[in-house]
């Protein structure tokens, strides 16, 4: 229990031992430590992105059903709590299917493009004290970069599936995230200048006294509906719209592509939301002013859900908005109050 | 030196020959293939290689901003364009070599001019070793203190282009 609120010393514990370990073999240290170090953290990564899926498309499917005053899965499992379990099987098992007239590289590489950026997100989440891959100094620059590739292989889904629906949603998909994104990064620019750092674990330390949604409250409202725009999801999921595009890019993928699709938009769902609740919500930070009762990576995991249950919220409140309401809201509404948001900060900071 | 150091430095080395030939290979196929989406894709995996080329070069911010700028928004922006242009249900969708001759003088000076400035570096000094410790705040300090002008002109020049674009874009309404 200790161990958990004391991170860092375990880190450095794990390290001290690896190294010891490397001169009782003469072994070269930063080969061997490096190799186990990278090994360790994809499977760490790769474990928790796969049972966080399941997990909250099963929390998805409970919430939604409880919101429309039904039950939700309940057949598999008590409670129907192995529903995606079983889901998941289901996918693995499934045939391959490739289309004819599809160009059968970029149809093959485009899960691939998707998934990778997702999980090279997680190289900057800080969990807990000295409990994150690599604390990057340019942290969340490198998550606005690496988030912006992800969309490459949504286009590239779209146009070589060789469906019109599927290309329509491909261009929803770029327009739309080419616009939020502008739109998420000067929202963050507010945080950024009071924290006067891009580095994730000075920002969280910037917030123990005072968490940034109350000296920001416009930047984390802008933050998180381009957020959820960034994600693809309900009400800005018009590359994907069921009604109008049958599922948009993804309406040819099966089986176990299909899947890589699915992990990709839950990922970075909880990427978004443990950026939010990071950059926002004080990370690991308990709350000010009070006894740090539960251990930091426990603070971290409870807002972080927070965030993703409101983004669930979102999905099964609001109807879906129309393409050029979609863009309207981003250019006119958003990007002008993103601005305002920076003019005002700079402004406070320099009269404060 | 110990092996550590040779290890890394092994490494760092390899890991420069690499990226250099997928970016060689990926920039020739960029003018070669027919299909002009495999080009833009082909663009794409070639400016991620400059981007790794800087990170050996520990050159982070201008990797990272490389990826955020050429691959999330410029790329993303060519792949949309070529679809709108396009007939959509076309899957070919040809490249045209027609302008080889004009961008063969245009290469040909771009590569007297680096080949030029790469003849004035004085490659056989050793390099002052400088630690930067946030070259972040130093780009910021640099960018907007001691060339504050070179700057703003970069911005006054893309705002004319894009002023520019909008008026062309529009001259048919």
């Keep these: ?352 | 030196m110990n092996i550590d150091a040779i290890c890394s430095l092994v490494l760092s080395n390899m890991a420069f020959f690499v990226l250099a030939a997928i970016g060689i290979v990926c920039g020739v196929l960029v003018v070669t293939v027919r299909n002009l989406v495999h080009a833009v894709l082909f663009l794409a995996v070639f400016l991620l290689s400059v981007a790794g080329l800087f990170i050996t070069l520990e050159a982070e911010f201008l990797a990272i901003i490389q990826v955020f700028i050429f691959v999330g928004a410029i790329v993303v922006l060519f792949m949309f364009l070529i679809m709108l242009t396009y007939k959509v249900s076309d899957m070919a969708v040809p490249q045209g070599n027609r302008l080889k001759g004009a961008a063969i003088v245009v290469a040909g000076v771009l590569f007297c001019l680096i080949f030029y400035i790469m003849k004035a570096m004085k490659w056989n000094e050793a390099a002052p070793v400088v630690t930067i410790t946030d070259d972040v705040a130093r780009i910021g300090r640099l960018l907007l203190g001691q060339y504050v002008l070179p700057f703003e002109l970069v911005s006054f020049v893309l705002l004319a282009a894009l002023i520019g674009a909008i008026v062309i874009a529009r001259k048919g309404e």
């Excluded at chain 1, 990709?264 to 950026?275: G, H, K, L």
């Design chain 1, 1 to 352: 229990m200790q161990l958990l609120f004391d991170t860092q010393q375990l880190v450095n514990n794990i390290q001290h031992w690896l190294a010891g370990t490397c001169e009782l073999y003469h072994l070269p240290p930063c080969l061997v430590v490096t190799c186990i170090a990278i090994a360790v953290a994809l499977a760490l990564i790769g474990g928790f992105i796969s049972v966080n899926a399941m997990m909250v498309v099963l929390a998805e499917r409970k919430i939604a059903g409880y919101m429309q005053d039904r039950l939700g899965p309940m057949r598999v499992g008590p409670y129907g709590i192995l529903q995606t379990a079983a889901d998941a099987v289901k996918l693995l098992l499934k045939e391959n299917i490739v289309p004819k007239i599809a160009d059968k590289w970029v149809f093959f590489l485009a899960p691939v493009v998707v998934m990778s950026p997702a999980v090279m997100a997680y190289v900057v989440l800080p969990w807990s004290p000295g409990l994150i891959v690599c604390d990057l100094n340019l942290g969340v620059v490198y998550l606005m970069a690496v988030g912006s590739i992800g969309v490459i292989g949504i286009i590239m889904a779209g146009w070589s599936s060789g469906n019109k629906y599927s290309l329509l949603g491909g261009i929803r998909s770029s327009a739309q995230i080419v616009s939020y994104e502008l739109a998420m990064s000067l929202a963050v620019i507010g945080v950024l200048m009071l924290a006067g750092s891009l580095k994730m674990s000075d920002i969280i330390g910037a917030q123990q006294d005072c968490w940034y949604i109350i000296k920001q409250p416009l930047a984390f409202i802008l933050f998180i509906i381009a957020a959820t725009a960034e994600c693809n999801r309900a009400p800005f999921d018009l590359p994907e719209a069921e009604s109008e595009l049958i599922a948009g890019f993804h309406t040819e993928y099966g089986g176990i592509k299909f899947a890589m699709f699915f992990l990709a938009e839950y990922a970075n769902m909880f990427v978004a939301s443990a950026v939010c609740a990071t950059l926002f919500l004080g990370g690991w930070n308990g709350i000010p002013g009070l006894p740090m009762i539960l251990p930091p990576i426990v603070w971290f995991l409870l807002k972080t859900y927070l965030i993703v249950f409101l983004f669930i919220w979102f999905r099964w409140t609001y109807p879906r908005i129309r393409v050029d309401q979609l863009m309207g809201f981003g250019w006119k509404v958003l990007l002008p109050l993103a601005f305002l948001n920076i003019g005002l900060t700079g402004l406070v900071m320099v009269l404060i």
